[in-house]
T-cell receptor, first 109, second 115 residues
Framework: GQNIDQPTEMTATEGAIVQINCTYQ??????LFWYQQHAGEAPTFLSY??LDGLEEKGRFSSFLSRSKGYSYLLLKELQMKDSASYLC??????????WGAGTKLIIKP | DGGITQSPKYLFRKEGQNVTLSCEQN?????MYWYRQDPGQGLRLIYY???????QKGDIAEGYSVSREKKESFPLTVTSAQKNPTAFYLC??????????????FGPGTRLTVL
């Protein structure tokens, strides 16, 4: 079956760095997405990786290892507004998104 | 401004009633999607449409119906056959279906509560 695993909840301190991991098992693979979702709101696109390596976009970076079925989202210089859920989703061979349950990130002052 | 709109934001219905959730986009996107989100679970695909007058069932289509008569609109009807309809419903669109880098953009969602 197809599966996405990510931690349920993480806590970090304002100004620090946090890494949110995601492992995936899909029928074929056409890339991995990260979305941010604040409580009660819609998910918003953060990043897309299809090749191995690190993609940096401001304070946020996303890494992919296709051979390991693994990705992470790295958030630097954490701000209170980064408190949200972070959703990992893999695109399978049929170009359907398989979603993880999300990681709730709590930022403490 | 271009975007995706969903209405209403909150919806209450009595058990046994059908209800239709609206989704409109002015992004000129070909593909549109309906997802359901429940606490502690990933988004689950209900229906999707790659082109006008065509749509496909997703993983949890039972108890739901859709139409795609216009490119801009993809309404979802939650029928009385849906056993547990209380959830957060999200509509999304993407420029081209089946494209590897095709990002899905989401509307603000409709929270449906069955009383």
């Amino acid at each position: 079956g197809q599966n996405i695993d990510q931690p349920t909840e993480m806590t970090a301190t304002e100004g620090a760095i946090v890494q949110i991991n995601c492992t995936y098992q899909t029928s074929g693979f056409n890339g991995l997405f990260w979305y941010q979702q604040h409580a009660g709101e819609a998910p918003t696109f953060l990043s897309y990786n299809v090749l191995d390596g690190l993609e940096e976009k401001g304070r946020f970076s996303s890494f992919l290892s296709r051979s390991k079925g693994y990705s992470y989202l790295l958030l630097k210089e954490l701000q209170m507004k980064d408190s949200a859920s972070y959703l990992c989703a893999a695109l399978d061979s049929n170009y359907q998104l398989i979603w993880g349950a999300g990681t709730k990130l709590i930022i403490k002052p | 401004d271009g975007g995706i709109t969903q209405s209403p934001k909150y919806l209450f219905r009595k058990e046994g009633q059908n209800v239709t959730l609206s989704c409109e986009q002015n992004l000129n996107h070909d593909a549109m999607y309906w997802y359901r989100q429940d606490p502690g679970q990933g988004l689950r695909l209900i229906y999707y449409s790659q082109i006008v007058n065509d749509f496909q069932k997703g993983d949890i289509a039972e108890g739901y119906s859709v139409s795609r008569e216009k490119k801009e609109s993809f309404p979802l009807t939650v029928t009385s056959a849906q056993k547990n309809p209380t959830a957060f419903y999200l509509c999304a669109s993407s420029k081209l279906a089946g494209a590897g880098t095709d990002t899905q953009y989401f509307g603000p969602g409709t929270r449906l509560t069955v009383l």
